[in-house]
T-cell receptor
Framework: GQNIDQPTEMTATEGAIVQINCTYQ??????LFWYQQHAGEAPTFLSY????GLEEKGRFSSFLSRSKGYSYLLLKELQMKDSASYLC?????????????FGGGTRVLVKP | SQTIHQWPATLVQPVGSPLSLECTVE??????LYWYRQAAGRGLQLLFY??????ISSEVPQNLSASRPQDRQFILSSKKLLLSDSGFYLC???????????FGPGTRLTVL
């Protein structure tokens, strides 16, 4: 299977930086996605890594290292609205569909 | 632009009753469609995916089934609900098998 591990919960202060790690035990996947999910709502797409390295999108950046089997999501200049769960998912692209396997998610609590 | 709808938003059903959840996508044609379930405090689990009308792939054995009667309509059904079917059901779509998945607002199902 594709075990995907993320920390369950993290706490950070408004304005700070938080790094959410995602480790996986799988290979041959096509890419790695990060989604944000506020409580009671649907996940929204944040970022996608195909190649190793850093992808930057404003305050959010995502990094992938296939050789080391991990990814991280970096949230800068934290705002209160960033309090949410962050989901890591590995993707296998097949003709029959794009199969995403999700980790359990990391709940981030931003404190003033 | 594309939008995805799910209904109902919430549902409370007794054990043993049938289920029908609907998902529709607007603003695109021939999307890839997906059904996920998120049990309380757990990650997203892919249940079914479809690349076209009448084409359904199942990920996990269960008492649920899916159908795609029209290009942009995806239905999740059960003949007899179990307590363990409670959860947050999310429909998602993508342009193709290699594209980002976008989630609908979800249906929160409680089986009593």
């Amino acid at each position: 299977g594709q075990n995907i591990d993320q920390p369950t919960e993290m706490t950070a202060t408004e304005g700070a930086i938080v790094q959410i790690n995602c480790t996986y035990q799988t290979s041959g996947f096509n890419g790695l996605f990060w989604y944000q999910q506020h409580a009671g709502e649907a996940p929204t797409f944040l970022s996608y890594n195909v190649l190793d390295g850093l992808e930057e999108k404003g305050r959010f950046s995502s990094f992938l290292s296939r050789s080391k089997g991990y990814s991280y999501l970096l949230l800068k200049e934290l705002q209160m609205k960033d309090s949410a769960s962050y989901l890591c998912a590995v993707a296998f692209f097949k003709a029959a569909g794009n199969k995403l396997t999700f980790g359990g998610g990391t709940r981030v609590l931003v404190k003033p | 632009s594309q939008t995805i709808h799910q209904w109902p938003a919430t549902l409370v059903q007794p054990v043993g009753s049938p289920l029908s959840l609907e998902c529709t996508v607007e603003g695109t044609s021939n999307p890839n469609l997906y059904w996920y379930r998120q049990a309380a405090g757990r990650g997203l689990q892919l249940l079914f995916y479809s690349v076209g009308i009448g084409q359904i792939s199942s990920e996990v054995p269960q008492n649920l089934s899916a159908s795609r009667p029209q290009d942009r309509q995806f239905i999740l059904s059960s003949k007899k609900l179990l307590l363990s079917d409670s959860g947050f059901y999310l429909c998602a779509w993508s342009h193709g098998p290699t594209d980002t998945q976008y989630f609908g607002p979800g249906t929160r199902l409680t089986v009593l």
